[in-house]
């Protein structure tokens, strides 16, 4: 069984930077598991995606248009674990944040989520 656990939120003020951990059981990244991202969802709105590294082939990272040059995703194979440095964060960035494992084509394992918090 695949089991995802977000850590690292917190409450910063804008311009401060977190990195988020997602330590990732159960299956080894490249066995089963191909891609790896972070989502967000903020009060009162819906889940969105923030960042994306998938690895089938060539290692390719990608972002939602509002943290690219911000933020920063990248992975640990050696400790099956993914990361979300955000740097610059806005208040906008206040969200809970949750990673999220790919077996096959889609998002279909999810972490608990961890609360990030962004004062002006």
């Known amino acids: 069984q695949v089991q995802l656990v977000e850590s690292g939120g917190g409450s910063v003020q804008a311009g401060d930077s977190l990195r988020l951990t997602c330590a990732v059981s159960?299956?080894?990244?490249?066995?089963?598991?191909?891609?790896m991202g972070w989502f967000r969802r903020a009060p009162g709105k819906a889940r969105e995606f923030v960042a994306g590294?998938?690895?089938?082939?060539?290692?390719?990272?990608y972002y939602a248009d509002s943290v690219k040059g911000r933020f920063t995703i990248s992975r640990e194979n050696a400790k099956n674990t993914a990361y979300l440095q955000m740097n610059g964060l806005r208040p906008e960035d206040t969200a809970v944040y949750y990673c999220?494992?790919?077996?096959?084509?889609?998002?279909?394992?999810w972490g608990q989520g961890t609360q990030v918090t962004v004062s002006s």
């Open positions: 999220a494992a790919a077996l096959g084509a889609a998002y279909n394992h």
């Open positions: 159960g299956r080894t990244f490249g066995i089963g598991i191909d891609e």
């Open positions: 590294i998938r690895w089938t082939g060539a290692l390719i990272t």
